[in-house]
C-alpha cells in the first residue's frame, strides 16, 4: 500500500564519514521530502523532492526522487557530530496526496 | 519567523482521563495535521483539517476527536485515555496549495502525554 520502508534502521559511523539512507515504497509518491528529528522535537525539512529523477542538494546532504518515483535515497557526506538524530524520508502518495506518509526512520549515531 | 506553537508541551494523566490538546498554526497557513508518535517510531496521521473542515482522517481512535476554529487552531481531544495513547502528539500546519503541490508540513514541537 502507501506504506513507506525506509532502511538501514540505524547506522553507527565515525565523524567523517559518508552516510547514505533510502526510501522504497510499492506506491508511487508525488513528492519525497528528508526530514531531521532530533529528541524531543518535530520533524524539520531537510530537502524536497518533486520530480522523478530530480537529484537536490542542501549543503552536505543530497537527495534524489528515483525515476520509478517508487523511491529515494539521501546522502549525507563528512557528517559531523550535530548530524546525529533520526532521519525520515516522508512522501505524498499518488493516492491521497493530502497528507505525508513517514518512512520508519534512521537513527544515526556518530562516534567523535 | 513564528513556528506552529502546540501546548501543553507535556501532560501527564491517568487511565480513563481525557486530555485536550492545543495547536497554533503558522500565521496564514489554513491546514492542520495532526500525527502520533509512539516511542521508536515513525509519526503516524491521525487527521487533517482543510478551512476549518475535516480533510483526512487516518488511524485516529474513535476515542479521539478533532476540530479546527476560525482562527485556524486546532484541538485534539482525548477521552478515555489508555496506557497506549502515550506518545508525543505533533502538529503540522501548511498553506492547502503547497501541500498538494509539495507535501511540505512544518512541524510543532510537539507534546508529550504520558498516560499512567
Known amino acids: 500500500g502507501q506504506q513507506l520502508n525506509q532502511s538501514p534502521q540505524s547506522m553507527f559511523i565515525q565523524e567523517g564519514e559518508d552516510v547514505s539512507m533510502n526510501c522504497t515504497s510499492s506506491s508511487i509518491f508525488n513528492t519525497w521530502l528528508w526530514y531531521k528529528q532530533d529528541p524531543g522535537e518535530g520533524p524539520v525539512l531537510l530537502i524536497a523532492?518533486?520530480?522523478?529523477?530530480e537529484l537536490t542538494s542542501n549543503g552536505r546532504l543530497t537527495a534524489q526522487f528515483g525515476i520509478t518515483r517508487k523511491d529515494s535515497f539521501l546522502n549525507i557526506s563528512a557528517s559531523i557530530p550535530s548530524d546525529v538524530g533520526i532521519y525520515f524520508c516522508?512522501?505524498?502518495?499518488?493516492?491521497?496526496?493530502?497528507?505525508?506518509?513517514f518512512g520508519q526512520g534512521t537513527r544515526l549515531t556518530i562516534n567523535p | 519567523a513564528a513556528g506552529v506553537i502546540q501546548s501543553p508541551r507535556h501532560l501527564i494523566k491517568e487511565k480513563r482521563e481525557t486530555a485536550t490538546l492545543k495547536c497554533y498554526p503558522i500565521p496564514r497557513h489554513d491546514t492542520v495535521y495532526w500525527y502520533q508518535q509512539g516511542p521508536g517510531q515513525d509519526p503516524q496521521f491521525l487527521i487533517s483539517f482543510y478551512e476549518k473542515m475535516q480533510s483526512d482522517k487516518g488511524s485516529i481512535p474513535d476515542r479521539f476527536s478533532a476540530q479546527q476554529f476560525s482562527d485556524y487552531h486546532s484541538e485534539l481531544n482525548m477521552s478515555s485515555l489508555e496506557l497506549g495513547d502515550s506518545a508525543l502528539y505533533f502538529c503540522a500546519s501548511s498553506l492547502w496549495t503547497s501541500v498538494l503541490n509539495t507535501g511540505e508540513l512544518f512541524f510543532g514541537e510537539g507534546s508529550r502525554l504520558t498516560v499512567l
Open positions: 516522508a512522501g505524498t502518495p499518488e493516492q491521497g496526496a493530502q497528507k505525508l506518509v
Open positions: 523532492l518533486y520530480k522523478a529523477g
